[in-house]
């Protein structure tokens, strides 16, 4: 398997993030779907409390055992590879607002795995514009996308290829209450199927309260 840094995976996630929500914020919400294929299996959303208390761990395609991490402002909660590191930094809207927003970020070999949770304060956001944000900052290009409303959520997941490296990502992004959420995972273009396998995951064990 060729190695990539998670240097290099780190600079391409940082380059699109805040594109994404610069992309985002402050427009109405338009449907486009435009699938090749579908990227993930539908969304599992589910209300549930969460407690201080860790749940049992699941099964990592990857080993090990997978992490519960509750964000605590807006109750989601959701499963990463491992313990994640907790990132705010500062972001900003297109009329110049401030936005907060928390990254929890997995860096495995040759693979990154993050959790955005940006909190929109009453504003709109566009997930495919997020989307296309994501692929123009890292100068990628969106190869499948698909829209699913799931828990009267509408849900958009896209595929997308990065020349460096070569990479390879899959995004899944929505609106929830004021929050919008990004679930992205990048690694190898050659590890395509260990990358889904992980957005799969990734996407099957996010929660709200």
């Known amino acids: 398997m060729r190695s990539v840094s998670g240097t290099r995976l780190h600079s391409v996630m940082a380059a699109c993030a805040v594109l994404t929500l610069v992309a985002g914020c402050g427009v109405s919400a338009k449907h486009v779907a435009d699938p090749t294929t579908d990227p993930r299996p539908t969304a599992q959303l589910s209300s549930t409390s969460t407690t201080s208390t860790p749940a049992p761990a699941t099964t990592s ?30 972001l900003t809207a297109p009329d110049g607002a401030t936005v907060k927003a928390r990254r929890y970020q997995a860096l495995l070999p040759n693979l990154l795995v993050q959790v955005w949770v940006y909190e929109l304060a009453g504003r709109s956001f566009d997930a495919d514009k997020a989307i296309d944000g994501l692929a123009s900052g890292a100068r990628g290009t969106v190869t499948a996308r698909k829209h699913t409303a799931s ?41 395509e199927q260990q990358i889904r396998a992980v957005q799969q995951r990734l996407s099957s064990t996010f929660r709200s309260s």
């Open 61 to 90: 395609p990857l080993g090990g055992a997978w992490v519960l991490v509750t964000d605590t402002p807006s109750g989601l909660s959701f499963r990463l590879p491992k313990k994640p590191t907790l990132l705010t930094p500062p």
């Open 151 to 191: 828990g009267g959520l509408d849900i958009v997941d896209a595929k997308v290829r990065i020349p460096t490296g070569p990479a390879l990502g899959y995004d899944r992004v929505f609106k929830i209450g004021d929050y919008a959420v990004q679930l992205w995972t990048v690694g190898l273009a050659s590890d």
